[in-house]
């Protein structure tokens, strides 16, 4: 056992951003302890987040292709759903993966604490067990906070365990008849998919005018039409006025838009209303460690703190809160620590909304380029005109690359189609390599596959497309 009075790393909190912190630091040769409640690392991404989130959107996929197999001629009998076998099913993949890491750890000689950790000052921190058993000190050199964030809430509403957040939703206690999700971002369209495909009736409500508010609106488009298909009711520019308990379910008023004055009883309700950072950690009022307005963590390019000791990585450390973003930079923290000359400057975060289809985007989008006035010339190939689109039958999806007219390098790229959010990943090699759209169009991609829409869309930036007429305008 290592001594457990003092560590070189302790690493506060065991999701993405935290267990990749810790590895690596391990790898490096630092003595190193893990701290989370859990029984295993994993975080709100494994157990709460991306990956039960990610198993029922499986299911939902499998549903919804055994149901449109009809179009070319194959009919299933109506499914049967067990919510109790779906539910063991999520949870063994959660209990797997979390257990695997539990494994990894103690190969890489990572001591895992289960316990809350407070911080005593700027060189000690205090663990106290699960369900308040034990107290331990622990000294350190270096800490890296990687708390991550917990669900907004909206203000007013009532009491009730008909309102779930994403926790509850992901839960799958039950099938609701009718469901309204508030928020119609990542979560309400990923969770609002499931929940459809399950046989929910789904009605959104997002308060502003359209969906995936932060992608580019010609991505959200395809998406858009199919929820206008599988959901009952997407209520833009629409807010909640006001929520109360009835006999059997929740009433709710609306206001503006598309829903203004509309009064509807739901059996449940989910609020997607965004995220916010666990950043109120006891005792870092007793460091010198500042947040911004919005509670983040404020960090340097090496993700430390104000105070020297102290590293922050992850959705506490600011957005956007996406895993990869948390693990890239937990892996950076330690090797900052290690002494090494790293920075956090990626060109590329992908983003992938996992939707039916998926939307993706990475590097510079055509909303950013606008806003900031920047010149940039958008190919564009529709998967009307991409034979493995047609085999599958979803030609519902778009692939378009931004390039820099002067220099002709690929800025950003944005995907959406089934599979978008696998696609994405050459997109952001692209861009982090500096490809130029030559490269990419004369790099040989398979043929059929989707991810040769990316080489097409760069084809088309040349007027050159094979698959599509798209002569160059001078
Ligand atoms: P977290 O994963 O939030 O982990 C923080 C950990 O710290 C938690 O276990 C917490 O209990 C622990 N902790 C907090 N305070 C203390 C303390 N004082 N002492 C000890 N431990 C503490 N992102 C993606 O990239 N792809 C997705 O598909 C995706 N899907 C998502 C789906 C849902 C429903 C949700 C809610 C989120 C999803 N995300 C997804 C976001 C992703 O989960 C987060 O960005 C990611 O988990 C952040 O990692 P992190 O390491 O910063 O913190
Ligand atoms: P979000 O920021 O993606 O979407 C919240 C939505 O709620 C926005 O469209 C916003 O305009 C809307 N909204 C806010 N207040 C409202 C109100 N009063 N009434 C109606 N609409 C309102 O947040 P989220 O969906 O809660 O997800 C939180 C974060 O978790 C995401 O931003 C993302 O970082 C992460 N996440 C990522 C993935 C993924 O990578 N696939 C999946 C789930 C969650």
Not at 151 to 167: N, Q, V
Not at 337 to 345: R, S
Request: with cysteine; glycine share 12%.
């Amino acid at each position: 056992m290592p001594d457990s009075s003092s560590t070189q790393v302790v690493v506060i909190g065991g999701g993405p951003g935290g267990y990749a912190a810790a590895f690596l630091a391990a790898d490096l040769g630092m003595k190193v302890a893990l701290v989370d409640e859990e029984v295993n690392p994993g975080g709100v991404c494994l157990y709460r987040g991306c990956i039960p989130s990610k198993a029922l959107l499986h299911a939902a996929r499998v549903l919804t292709e055994a149901r449109e197999a009809a179009r070319f001629g194959i009919e299933f009998p109506p499914p049967k759903i067990d919510a109790n076998r779906l539910r063991a099913w999520k949870e063994e993949v959660i209990g797997k993966l979390t257990g695997g890491l539990g494994q990894i750890s103690k190969q890489r000689h990572v001591e895992y604490i289960r316990g809350r950790a407070a911080l005593v000052d700027a060189r000690t921190v205090s663990i106290t067990g699960p369900g308040g058993a034990g107290e331990r000190q622990l000294g350190f050199e270096h800490a890296i906070l990687a708390t991550g964030s917990f669900p907004a809430m909206l203000p007013g509403l009532p009491k009730s365990p008909r309102i779930m957040d994403s926790t509850g939703a992901l839960d799958l206690t039950d099938v609701p008849k009718t469901l309204l999700v508030v928020g119609g971002g990542y979560i309400g369209l990923e969770l609002g998919t499931v929940y459809a495909a399950l046989g929910t009736q789904v009605s959104v409500v997002e308060m502003l005018d359209g969906l995936l508010p932060g992608a580019d609106r010609d991505l959200v488009s395809p998406l858009a039409k199919r929820i206008d298909q599988i959901f009952h009711d997407v209520m833009l520019s629409t807010k909640v006025a006001e929520m109360k308990e009835v006999r059997n379910g929740l009433e709710v008023k609306f206001e503006g838009g598309a829903g203004d004055g509309r009064v509807q009883v739901y059996e449940k309700v989910l609020v997607s209303v965004g995220r916010k950072p666990s950043s109120a950690i006891p005792g870092l009022e007793k460091t010198r460690v500042q947040k911004d307005a919005r509670g983040f963590i404020q960090v340097d390019p090496q993700r430390r703190t104000a105070e020297p000791s102290i590293f922050a990585i992850g959705d506490v450390a600011g957005e956007p809160m996406l895993a990869h973003k948390a693990s890239h930079e937990g892996r950076l923290a330690s090797e900052a620590i290690h002494g090494q000359k790293v920075a956090f400057e990626p060109r590329a975060i992908p983003a992938v909304v996992f939707t039916d289809p998926e939307v993706a985007w990475c590097g510079l989008t055509e909303t950013q380029a606008a806003q900031e006035k920047r010149p940039v010339k958008v190919a564009r190939f529709p998967w009307g005109a991409s034979g493995r689109a047609a085999t599958l039958d979803r030609t519902d999806g778009v692939t378009k690359l931004l390039i820099d007219p002067e220099t002709e390098r690929v800025l950003g790229v944005g995907i959406t189609g089934v599979g978008a959010g696998d696609l994405i990943a050459e997109g952001v090699l692209a861009v982090e390599m500096s490809a130029l759209a030559a490269d990419v169009a004369l790099s040989i991609h398979p043929h059929p596959t989707l991810s040769e829409t990316l080489m097409q869309a760069a084809e088309v930036f040349y007027g050159t497309a094979t698959d599509i007429y798209r002569p160059k305008k001078s």
